[in-house]
């Protein structure tokens, strides 16, 4: 038999949990984008451009790494990138920053890149505050999408977060409601 104030009490209740499962979807997004779309946001935004020279290209094809070993290393970073860790090559770069002494930085770079390089030269973009903060200007733009998705991801959560605050106000107010009759 059909009871309006349960379907209304059902109908809240499965507004909650979809919007706590897209809220999940949210968190996850952010949890694995948040590294690199952060990086692409304060170098793109903050960063500046200084020369680099190339001291080395380490061919990664070739190493024995095994996943179980690069899982050790970094987990996180391998689970989301399980081929970065195979086809990349490491790129070793000294860098001078106006005003410091030289340093040296290592980057994971795709091989397709580092094999059409043609001099030792390349341009790094780094973060003034934080020096270490830096890749290389012309594969910035392969962060681009991380750093979108982060950005729709956090707006998307903070609605999602609105709407479910509402819509639990509203069954506690129905339940509330309730008590009376």
Known sequence: M?????????????????????????????????????????LEFFGEKTPGTILSIQDMNHEQLTLKEALHKSPRNTLKNSTHRFTHDVLVVEVTQPGNAPQVLTFWVPGQ??????????????????????????LLENF?????????????????????????QSWNRFRNGMHHY
């Not at 390349?122 to 934080?130: A, E, H, K, Q």
């Not at 681009?144 to 956090?154: A, C, I, T, Y």
């Open 2 to 42: 059909y009871n309006p104030r349960e379907a209304t009490e059902d109908r809240h209740t499965h507004n909650l949990a979809i919007l706590c499962f897209a809220g999940f979807v949210c968190l996850v997004a952010v949890y694995f984008h948040y590294d690199s779309g952060l990086k692409y946001w304060l």
């Open 113 to 138: 890149w580092s094999a059409g390089l043609h001099s030792d030269q390349t341009s790094i973009t780094y973060l003034p505050v934080n020096p270490k903060i830096a890749y290389p200007t012309d």
């Open 144 to 168: 681009s999408f991380d750093g979108k998705l982060l950005v729709w991801s956090l707006i998307a959560g903070a609605v999602i977060l609105f709407l479910a605050m509402r819509t639990a």
